[in-house]
């Protein structure tokens, strides 16, 4: 079976399994300990995805089809565990379930990855350290320590003040309103998807450009400047509500893309050129993200229940943003890149040298 009608099957088949695991869960244990744990497992996915290129630990990454994606997934699983806990006892204040302030700060620790992993490949750690699973395990590190400071940094819950999920020994009272932070966290982080969607169309065009760190400054200043341009735009000149934006604009667009780079591997408009294919691919990416950000919409009160929308609980915008990227964006990447879409499509040999594996012990 060929692209794109692999990517096609695998999206559904993966989507659908999404639904089903959250529909075990009502609302309260899934938006708490459920998305939580899940969205710890997020950044080792990026890290055993895009800097190991899912070649290591050598143990997983030396075997073949479907034994690979089992041990990667159980490492992802078992990195999950380790940083949900540390975590919690962290910036979580050990409180069950867990309190907003450790749920935001979870999802920026992934946006942090994101940007460090792919904006920046890794840089220094990559270039720095010789051994590319020592590397990638300093990053994850880092990732999650530059989280912490910037958590307590920028983001502020005194509008929660008097609700009962306040909680004032975790409120960092940083200079903005968390909401704001995290919801221009994520309006930037859309702009990493928006490159990829075009090779990094006109990056490419300035070899200057395309080496760490100048390609990290320069992507990272883009994505801010966008960014704060489509933020501006819809909460500022709008006046929507941050989180509401948040569900409309960088949620589904990030999801969209994930199904048209990961799921369908770039296929649909390969024989066009850039910028062409990159437009074509923008179009694509905000169409399908919102017409899935609607049929989950729309199997929601079935799945898990009534969800209300609007503040101050926001239950329909978290259930949303929790179902599409805290628990079926995960699937999606451990199946497409530890899997490899096996068994719909035949199993490659494994494409590390022993040479590579003995490297990554």
């Not at 999404?18 to 075990?24: E, K, M, P, Q, Y």
């Not at 169309?201 to 080496?211: A, E, L, Q, S, Y």
């Not at 989180?243 to 369908?264: H, R």
């Not at 990227?325 to 995960?330: K, M, Q, R, Y």
Request: glycine fraction near 8%; aromatic fraction near 14%.
């Amino acid at each position: 079976m060929k692209q794109p009608l692999s990517g096609i099957l695998a999206a559904i088949l993966v989507m659908a399994i999404s639904l089903a695991f959250i529909s075990r869960f009502d609302y309260g244990m899934f938006s708490g300990w459920v998305a939580y744990f899940l969205l710890c497992i997020i950044p080792m996915e990026i890290v055993i995805g895009v800097t190991w290129g899912t070649n290591f630990p050598a143990f997983a990454g030396s075997k073949s089809q479907p034994v690979k994606g089992i041990l990667l997934a159980l490492v992802a699983l078992a990195a999950g565990v380790v940083v949900s806990t540390v975590y919690w006892f962290v910036a979580g204040g050990q409180v069950s379930p867990p309190a907003p302030m450790l749920a935001q700060c979870t999802i920026s620790s992934v946006a942090i990855t994101f940007w460090w992993a792919i904006m920046w490949g890794g840089w220094p750690f990559t270039s720095m350290i010789k051994n590319s699973l020592a590397a990638g395990l300093a990053l994850l590190v880092g990732c999650y320590v530059l989280n912490l400071i910037l958590f307590k940094i920028f983001f502020d819950y005194a509008f929660m003040q008097g609700a009962p999920v306040y909680v004032a020994s975790l409120d960092p009272h940083g200079m903005f309103n968390a909401w704001h932070v995290l919801v221009f966290e994520l309006s930037a982080l859309s702009v990493l998807f928006l490159m990829a969607l075009f090779d990094l169309w006109p990056f490419t065009n300035f070899p200057g450009i395309m080496k760490q760190p100048v390609l990290g400054i320069v992507w990272t200043v883009t994505a801010l400047i966008i960014g704060a341009i489509a933020y501006q735009i819809a909460v500022n000149q709008m006046g929507m509500d941050p989180v509401a934006w948040m569900v409309k604009g960088p949620v589904p667009f990030i999801f969209g893309t994930i199904i048209m780079l990961n799921m369908l591997q770039n296929s649909v408009f390969g024989k066009f050129k850039q910028p062409l294919r990159g437009v074509l691919n923008l179009i694509a990416a905000i169409i399908v993200g919102q017409i899935l950000a609607q049929i989950y919409l729309a199997l929601a009160p079935t799945v898990t229940g009534q969800v209300n929308p609007g503040p101050p609980a926001y239950e329909q915008e978290i259930w949303l943003a929790s179902a599409l990227l805290s628990v079926t964006f995960p699937f999606l990447v451990m199946y497409a890149d530890f899997f490899k879409f096996w068994p719909l499509v035949r199993a490659e040999t494994p494409a590390m040298s022993q040479a590579a594996a003995e490297a990554g012990r």
